[in-house]
């Protein structure tokens, strides 16, 4: 009873509190304004976290609720909702990464004068992603999934004094939508095919096409950030900071993860569409991570290690293993929720993105410093850190299917097991270097030239030169979530976590020892160049291929061409048609029926003579027609 | 108790009100003295409000248990309505004063009594240059009447007639308030469409002449009209309305007429007024040649699909604000003409809340595209720029209204437009497959160029076109919140629209099974 009340408020409540919080004045409403918009957004995701917390107690088995929403035709449109312990594990993460990230905004944008609007879209942003969590019907999904895409949009374009901040908007937003056009009609065919969009009516529908599901996850690599459709993510950090860690760690991102684990059951039936998964995944996995090892920007790392990230999760999928997805999904919402709050204070404490701009923030930062290492550690799979359970299980799943279990193709298999072993080596080595290069070394000083790149913290030109741990309001989230990202990993030693996920046992066999070797090497040469060559960047030693790793290998001029300038132009051509060719062939008919009117108009302006001629001419004419009928006839 | 006989005489009564009303409001309204101009545009108004209220209040049947459907019964008419007056006009002819209300038509008629009610409101607070308020005020209930009878005709020299009885207050309204260009896009808006009222006429007369009966309920399926009678007749229908809609590639009177018309003239054209093609379609087109219809389908379909990405398109490029908006209906109506296209019932559920989203988002829009020129002086999107910085409430709303409009579900715009996608898959089928796929690539194409719109609009440094803009008055408040509760209340209940029509649309296109 409590349950089926408490489900749709889930996600009602911060969506009510989010709207109601777009009411507030948006200007600067003095404290006062501020306090009571700060108030708006913090209650709705408390609440949500309230609200979970409670589902998580009495919900021992998964409950759900349905009312009748709209029907079309034959199909019925339900405002359904479902959950079981799994999807409340995910609904914790994104109610505890959102409510850390409004108590930390309020600090972070302690001077902007859109605070109001911002922190009303936060909650909107939490409230869809509970929504895609929570709801039982296709169609409820695809409100949550597009209200966040547009809440995205709205909260990386917030930035006012970043000229770059509204084309990431706009990217971020369309790079989603087109591939939300696969989702909308795979959505639909699953709907039309099994006669109901309820999501387990389509479960229990046996002949769901393929295609069908590969226009499904066109939706899912759009949101998820895989490639081809990644190329919105890295854009993106000209969000505010938090933004970032909310997109990054729990919603956005890991809603794509999330529809794939609801809907695993068909996705089991087809080898086809976990192939295709299994080859993006793996993609996606090493391009993150190549492309992660040669930025110069702090955030832009992170954003490339979350594209990473995910890859790994997508693998996970690919290989039949929707538990170690679910499993990496939320140890790695704890750890980078942590990175890039962290990331924040440092941007906030020295004004820049630009790790070329950093250098021994260790002593004068220490609660930030520890914050990175186990973040750093957590994303490297350092144990007994978060990230190291649940990418051993990704590894272990990934082996299994090289055996030939589980619904996946044998080389599916091997290839997301090669690319995530080669990730691992590669993450370590970047996690390395982003460490070293902000926190070690000497401390850069200031010039002129400081204030480039995405500063999006640039709120305050502080007199004091030496950087400092950020206040109260911003560091104790980060200290929290500290917590999960060290211990979170050992909830799979928790026989009820584990039944909920159906997550296998933690096996410490022999096979830990390669990712534990390939870790130490790609962590230890980083180190090596590094110390080798004091005060330069490590990245250096990649040569050639560096400036190609930091643009992400060109994908976006590749997109840009490929896509983005045909459309254009042919929207150019279809304008010009349009004016040329259509809308001219009107005024054509016009002035064409114009002109023929003054031929003719000419033709009976005439004197007397020659039109009294034209008479009889006409009379004579029209009498002899009439006898020629008259007489045949 | 109240009787059920008492019940239908009084729904007669308000179903002539709901005609009768701006007719005589809009004679009043004229004939007040030219001194009294504002009270005459308050009086203008107080008649679109009593006409919006009891245009509203024609849904009392269906509040109780009241046989307003009836399946069964051979020689039944398959849609009856809630209400109707049936009085004898043209006896000798058989033509019949013939109106009534039903589940396709009410949620229109209750749209134009509201944005007519709007409209006049506004017009209350700001006269466009070019003429007097009570004048515009006058017009505008004109139209309204109008377009009110061609909602609820159930006769079809009836329907043709209150057709046509709309055009020449829009013309005036154009010629009379519009831009600098006014007079020229006026006079290509009546010259077009009455290219399509002369098909529509030879339609009606086909049909008539055919049948013998002008009676749309009798009509509805087919009346055993021949096949080819049925396929000349639809074609005809299909290419008049299809003008009115507009569907590409007859839509080039739109750009022009949205461009030059006054805000409350955009706003009753584009909320209203281009709702007649796509209902006349449904009423008229596939209720009177049904097989027709299946025999035209994948031409309207391709059409349909082609209108969707061209329109978008066209606005991917386009540099100016309402035409902007006005392209963007030549999308939006592709995709509720898609929903016609299909012919099954999703398809035209959809095409009905797509009809009365469209009606209320870009109402919305047109009325914030004024409201931005009005203040700017131009509505050059080179020239406009940083809104956000300079009127956050403006900037605001204009954002939520092109959200909308994108089809962002949770709103209004969505329904109408997953659902005529859905609608193509339902159906099946090579063609059909393609033209779902086109129509969701036309969907991301919409989104890019709203959101190009909002990036020059609203974000960026103000130019100086919009720098030191007054914010929201009151009187636009008024106006426009009931648009915007529209959008979001159509958005989370659509079965506010669909509910009602369900069953009239299941026998509409019930003849083609």
């Given at each position: 009873m409590t349950a089926e009340v408490l489900m749709p408020l889930l996600a009602g409540v911060p969506l009510l509190l989010g709207l109601a919080g777009l009411l507030?004045?948006?200007?600067?409403?003095g404290r006062d304004g501020r306090r009571r918009a700060a108030t708006v957004g913090v209650a709705g995701a408390a609440l949500a976290l309230l609200i979970t917390v409670v589902l998580l107690v009495v919900v021992a088995e998964p409950v759900g609720v349905t009312h009748r929403w709209a029907t079309f035709g034959d199909l019925p449109v339900t405002l359904g909702f479902s959950l079981g312990k799994a999807e409340l594990y995910v609904a914790l993460a994104v109610t505890v990464v959102a409510l850390f990230v409004q108590i930390y905004s309020v600090t972070y944008l302690?001077?902007?004068?859109?605070?109001a609007p911002y922190a009303a879209q936060v909650s909107l942003f939490t409230g869809a992603m509970l929504l895609v969590v929570s709801a039982d019907d296709l169609i409820l999904l695809l409100v949550g999934w597009e209200v966040m895409g547009a809440c995205s949009y709205l909260l990386i374009g917030h930035?006012?004094?970043?000229?770059e901040a509204p084309a990431a908007a706009v990217k971020a937003f369309v790079v989603t939508r087109v591939g939300d056009v696969g989702f909308l009609l795979g959505i639909a065919w699953l709907g039309v095919s099994a006669g109901s969009f309820r999501i387990s009516d389509v479960l229990a529908d046996?002949?769901?096409?393929t295609v069908a599901l590969l226009l499904v996850l066109a939706g899912v690599a759009g949101k998820s950030a895989q490639?081809?459709?990644?190329?919105?993510l890295p854009d993106?950090?000209?969000?505010p900071t938090p933004i970032s860690a909310l997109i990054h760690a729990a919603t956005m991102v890991a809603a794509g993860v999330y529809v794939v684990f609801r809907l695993f059951p068909l996705f089991a039936q087809s080898p086809a569409a976990l192939a295709v998964l299994g080859v993006m995944a793996s993609i996606t996995l090493l391009l993150g991570a190549l492309a992660a090892?040669?930025?110069?920007d702090l955030k832009r790392v992170l954003a490339w290690s979350t594209v990473s990230q995910i890859g790994y999760m997508t693998g996970a999928l690919a290989v039949g293993a929707p538990a170690a997805a679910l499993f990496h999904l939320l140890t790695h919402a704890a750890f980078k929720a942590l990175l890039f709050l962290a990331a924040g204070a440092v941007i906030h404490a020295?004004?820049?993105?630009?790790m070329s701009r950093m250098g021994g923030l260790r002593t004068s930062m220490p609660v930030t410093f520890w914050s990175f290492v186990v973040g750093l550690g957590a994303l490297a799979g350092?144990?007994?850190?978060?990230g190291f359970w649940s990418k051993e299980n990704v590894l272990v799943a990934a082996a299994h299917a090289t055996e030939g279990?589980?619904?996946?193709p044998v080389w599916v298999g091997w290839v997301v097991w090669l690319a995530a072993l080669t990730g691992v080596a590669i993450t370590a080595w970047y996690a390395t270097r982003l460490l070293l290069r902000t926190f070690f070394g000497h401390p850069r000083s200031r010039d002129d030239?400081?204030?480039?790149?995405?500063?999006?913290?640039?709120?305050e030109e502080s007199a004091d030169p030496v950087p400092h741990d950020p206040p109260g309001l911003m560091r104790w989230p980060v200290v929290l979530l500290g917590i999960p990202a060290v211990?979170?990993?050992?909830?799979?030693?928790?026989p009820g976590f584990r039944s909920a996920l159906e997550l296998d046992q933690p096996h410490l066999e022999v096979s830990i020892l390669l990712p534990m070797a390939l870790l130490v090497l790609g962590a230890s040469s980083a180190w090596w160049l590094w110390q080798a060559a004091p005060?330069?960047?490590?990245?250096?030693?990649?040569?050639?291929?560096r400036p190609w790793f930091a643009a992400g290998f060109r994908l976006d001029d590749l997109q840009n061409r490929l896509i983005v300038r045909p459309v254009r132009a042919l929207a150019q051509g279809v304008r010009l048609t349009d004016e040329r060719v259509v809308d001219a062939a009107v005024e054509g008919t016009g002035t064409s029926a114009t002109r023929l009117g003054t031929v003719l108009e000419a033709a009976h302006r005439a004197a007397l003579p020659r039109a009294a001629v034209a008479v009889f001419t006409g009379a004579l004419l029209l009498g002899v027609v009439a006898a020629i009928y008259g007489a045949a006839s | 108790m109240i009787a059920p006989t008492d019940v239908s005489s009084a729904l007669q009564i308000l179903l002539l009100a709901t005609l009768a009303l701006p007719v005589v409001g809009a004679l009043v309204v004229a004939l007040m003295?030219?001194?009294?101009d504002r009270g005459a545009r308050i009086v203008a108004t107080a008649f679109a409000a009593v006409t919006f209220v009891v245009a509203a209040l024609l849904?009392?049947?269906?509040?109780?248990?009241?046989?307003?459907?009836?399946?069964?019964?051979?020689?039944?008419?398959?849609v009856a309505p809630w209400a109707e007056v049936d009085l004898a006009w043209v006896p000798a002819l058989g033509i019949d004063f013939h109106v009534g209300v039903d589940g396709i038509s009410y949620p229109l008629v209750v749209l134009t009594g509201l944005l007519t009610l709007l409209c006049c409101g506004y017009t209350v607070w700001k006269v466009p240059a070019g003429g007097s308020g009570r004048t515009l005020a006058a017009l505008l209930l004109v139209l309204e009447a109008g377009i009110l009878g061609t909602f609820l005709a159930l006769d079809l020299v009836l329907f043709f007639v209150f057709f046509e009885v709309v055009l020449l207050p829009m013309y005036a309204v154009i010629a009379g308030w519009?831009?600098?260009e006014r007079r020229r896009a006026a006079r290509k808006f009546v010259l077009y469409t009455l290219f399509g009222s002369v098909l529509l006429l030879l339609g009606v007369f086909t049909v008539v002449a055919a049948a013998g009966t002008g009676d749309l309920l009798a009509l509805?399926?087919?009346?055993?009209?021949s096949r080819t009678t049925q396929c000349v007749a639809f074609a005809l229908f299909a290419v008049a309305f299809a003008v009115k809609a507009p569907l590409w590639p007859l839509h080039t009177w739109l750009p022009d007429a949205h461009t030059e018309a006054p805000t409350v003239g955009s706003v009753i054209l584009a909320g209203v007024l281009l709702k007649m093609g796509t209902y006349g379609l449904i009423r008229v087109g596939v209720g009177v040649a049904p097989e027709g219809a299946a025999w035209a389908a994948p031409v309207l379909g391709i059409l349909a699909a082609a209108a969707i990405i061209a329109g978008s398109l066209v606005c991917l490029r386009q540099t100016e604000l309402k035409r902007l908006i006005a392209y963007s209906s030549v999308g939006h109506m592709g995709f509720v003409l898609l929903g016609i296209a299909t012919l099954t019932v999703t398809g035209v559920q959809a095409a009905l809340i797509g009809n009365v989203a469209h009606g209320v988002i870009t109402g919305l829009l047109f009325f914030l595209a004024g409201a931005i020129k009005d203040r700017a002086?131009?509505?050059?999107l080179a020239g406009l720029g940083g809104l956000r910085e300079s009127a956050p409430r403006l900037a605001g709303l204009l954002g939520f209204a092109a959200i909308a409009s994108l089809g962002?579900?949770?709103?209004?715009?969505?329904w109408g437009e997953a659902f005529a996608v859905v609608a193509a898959v339902e159906r099946g089928g090579p063609l059909w497959i393609t033209l779902a796929v086109v129509a969701a690539v036309g969907g991301a194409l919409t989104a890019t160029y709203f959101l190009r719109l909002l990036r020059r609009v609203t974000h960026g440094p103000a130019t100086g076109a919009v720098t030191g803009i007054p914010g929201v008055a009151p009187a636009e408040w008024l106006a426009w919140s009931p648009l915007i509760l529209l959008t979001l209340v159509v958005g989370l209940v659509p079965a506010l629209v669909l509910a009602a029509g369900a069953d009239p649309v299941a026998a509409l296109t019930g003849a083609l099974r």
């Open positions: 507030l004045p948006p200007g600067d409403g302690h001077d902007d004068p859109r605070y930035d006012r004094r970043l000229p046996s002949g769901v096409p490639f081809p459709l990644h190329t919105w993106a950090m000209a969000g090892t040669a930025q110069d020295v004004g820049t993105n630009l350092v144990p007994p850190l978060a279990e589980g619904p996946a030239r400081w204030s480039l790149g995405f500063d999006d913290a640039f709120y211990l979170l990993g050992l909830a799979a030693f928790l005060g330069v960047d490590p990245a250096k030693a990649l040569g050639r291929l | 003295p030219a001194r009294l849904a009392l049947p269906t509040t109780r248990d009241f046989g307003w459907f009836d399946y069964g019964g051979t020689g039944a008419p398959p519009g831009g600098p509805a399926g087919g009346y055993g009209l002086h131009t509505g050059d962002l579900p949770g709103l209004a715009g969505f």
